[in-house]
């Protein structure tokens, strides 16, 4: 019988004895204890939990809106998620990779394996040039060359920046724009719905014109690359010597940027250090997820988002844990595939969003049935507020009724989870995440930034001294840094979530700002709105998000046209269009050709109205529109559509 970890009382859950047996943290006095002294909270956590090779001089330093942890401290970030396993466990299983196709075998990486590509394709980026301090652009699916090109970079002292594999070309070239990388690593493609999917073709579009030299190509698709500025992955590292020192950094130096999408229609690169980061995702993959020798982690997070880097890679490997990854559909080849996956890897812990587990609900039973989740220890989610039915569903079909739920709050901002209840103490509560990590702390505030009382909702901001994952800065753009995360609280970072609590513990109902989650993927309307009006036909456009049941919320556009009707071939050839500025995921679930855009006086959209229309609610606010006449002709074009 697969042991039970949880115990209902009282219509809640807490951990069972068997959990508090095996917890990493079970007493609630850590979280007053760190709370005296959080400061020396972390300095003995990061003493702990990673390697130094020279003392920092000061825990922490606030200048806000800047801060430090462990300043002039002394590490390399790949020597603590490789080297000082080496020796005692070399031969255990680092990563395993399942590829989509079922005819491919999954291959298993130790970390003496991963130790000796990192070492050679660390030094095939010295070859090309990149040196401690250069940006390396990193576009790769989920296959173990995406971990191998990160860590080899983080073992010379480059900065990585990792841009997701569905985005377009011309997503990664803003991107590659931003940071000026010389090298970009891509592969020939990924399978997906067992289709094969191109990347080589999109890469060399994006690089084209942009500050990259080299393309190093992986050639998942098995043949030779050759091609102008192409490099074949495989040869180069075949012909790179084994050894390569680890480049000695500072605590604050970068580890890494990665882009996000803001409220403006640039994406932001948030940029995190070695230190603090490392830190925070040491521990916090250690206790939330409770991990022992043995266990199999499995993050479904894409690496391309931060939760693929903190938790599908870093966060194991910092712990010398056993990550899997899986490069493709989670339905492919049917409803079964994840389930199956986690039998034949024997994975304990499994970390995924919302958004996945609403998918999963409307699949029947027999997939999952023909399983055995026996293995699990713990679940995970994140991304996404999680309602009520998939929480439970996640329980009782996933976890068999014996796992606990471990809802993290966290943001590509925080690069590491924040908000969440421990394994070991609980309570697990549907849509609730719970508490701020022991040596945290995040209060809820009305619009003056004064505190408001439990129950009542407000905007989250984290409290000094601020967590050591926190994000350094926006990339070369300190002015979007102080105005996104510092000006509206002053003292307090802004996250731009609201949230309320219950019991002491902390719903996040979501974000507040015109951003949203789309399947778990972080989307601004202005993002889309720009890529829209890019179009030769649009005079402007307004983009809003309405709720959907399995993505979360969905885009809807409402299209100005510069002349003429817009009709079912224009709204395929804007879908399209956003394909080729963003990615699929951007598409918009429906477009609207209207003739006007209800405005303010000073020519401000008001979305709120359009928003108000779709969900068939009054919509409020008129008085103050110039055009006030279009409100109705808008509300009869979406009338007419939902007909
Ligand atoms: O709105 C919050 C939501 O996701 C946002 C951050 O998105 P991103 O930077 O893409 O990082 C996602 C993965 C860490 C937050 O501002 N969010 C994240 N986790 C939760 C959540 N909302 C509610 N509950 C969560 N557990």
């Known amino acids: 019988m697969p042991k039970k970890y949880i115990v209902k009382k009282q219509g809640k859950y807490f951990p069972s004895r068997e959990m508090k047996e095996i917890a990493w943290v079970k007493d609630e006095k850590i979280y007053s204890d760190a709370g005296k002294n959080p400061i020396k909270f972390w300095e003995e956590l990061a003493k702990k939990g990673i390697n130094w090779e020279g003392n920092w001089k000061k825990t922490y330093e606030e200048k806000l809106p800047y801060f430090y942890w462990f300043k002039g401290g002394k590490l390399n970030f790949c020597a603590n998620c490789l080297d ?62 995406a971990l191998i090109s990160m860590l080899a970079c983080t073992r010379i002292g480059a900065i990585h920046s990792v841009v997701f594999s569905a985005f377009s070309a011309d997503a990664l070239k803003t991107r590659i724009e931003d940071g000026k990388a010389k090298i970009l690593v891509t592969s020939d493609g990924y399978y997906r719905k067992g289709k094969k999917e191109d990347l080589v073709g999109k890469a060399n579009e994006g690089a084209e014109g942009t500050s990259v030299k080299k393309i190093i190509v992986v050639p998942r698709f098995g043949k030779k690359i050759s091609g102008n500025k192409l490099l074949d992955f495989n040869e180069e590292i075949e012909k790179a010597e084994e050894k390569c020192d680890c480049e000695l950094m500072n605590s604050e130096d970068t580890l890494f940027i990665l882009y996000t999408s803001g409220t403006t229609g640039k994406p932001k690169g948030i940029v995190h250090d070695i230190g603090g980061y490392a830190v925070q995702a040491y521990w916090t993959c250690k206790w939330n997820f409770n991990l022992r020798e043995g266990d199999v982690m499995w993050c479904t997070a894409d690496v391309g988002w931060i939760t693929g880097h903190t938790y599908a890679f870093y966060g194991p490997l910092l712990n010398g844990s056993t990550s899997l990854i899986y490069e493709g559909a989670p339905n492919f080849p049917n409803a079964g595939r994840w389930w199956e996956i986690i039998e034949k890897n024997k994975v304990s812990v499994f970390y995924t969003a919302p958004t996945a587990i609403r998918m999963f609900m409307k699949f029947e039973d027999k997939y999952l049935k023909k399983y055995s989740l026996d293995s699990l220890k713990i679940l995970g989610t994140v991304g996404e507020p999680i309602d009520e039915d998939a929480w439970n569903w996640y329980l009782e079909k996933i ?40 040596g945290t702390k995040h209060i809820i505030v009305n619009n003056d930034g004064k505190e408001v009382k439990e129950g009542k909702a407000g905007s989250l901001v984290q409290v000094s001294p601020f967590a050591p994952g926190m994000l350094h800065g926006v990339y070369k753009n300190p002015k979007k840094y102080i105005e996104t995360y510092w000006k509206r609280f002053g003292k307090y970072y802004d996250t731009s979530d609201g949230a309320y609590t219950k019991n002491g513990l902390i719903r996040v109902t979501g974000r507040t700002d015109d951003i949203m989650k789309v399947a778990g993927h972080r989307l601004s309307t202005a993002e889309l709105e720009n890529a829209i009006a890019s179009n030769g036909k649009v005079r402007e456009c307004a983009v809003v998000s309405i709720p959907d049941k399995i993505k979360g919320q969905v885009p809807v556009v409402f299209v100005v046209l510069k002349k003429g009707k817009g009709d079912a071939s224009l709204e395929k050839e804007l879908v399209s269009h956003v394909d080729k500025k963003i990615g699929p995921i951007a598409r918009p679930s429906k477009v609207y050709f209207v003739e006007d855009l209800p405005k303010t006086r000073s020519g401000k959209i008001m979305r709120r109205i359009l928003k108000n229309l779709l969900a068939n609610k009054e919509p409020k606010g008129l008085m103050t529109l110039v055009n006030p006449e279009i409100v109705d002709k808008i509300k009869k074009i979406i009338d007419e559509k939902i007909k």
């Open 84 to 145: 000082r396993w080496i020796k005692k466990k070399g031969s255990k299983t680092a990563l395993i990779w399942v590829p989509e196709p079922t005819s491919e075998k999954t291959i298993k990486i130790t970390y003496k394996q991963l130790h000796d590509r990192v070492c050679r394709f660390a030094n095939v980026l010295k070859k090309q040039g990149v040196k401690k301090g250069d940006i390396v652009a990193i576009y790769l699916p989920m296959i173990p060359e």
């Open 399 to 438: 976890g068999n009724g014996r796992c606990p739920i471990i809802d993290t709050w966290w943001q590509t901002e925080t690069g590491g989870t924040l908000i969440n209840v421990f394994p070991g103490i609980g309570p697990f509560v549907p849509t609730i995440a719970g508490k701020s990590f022991p």
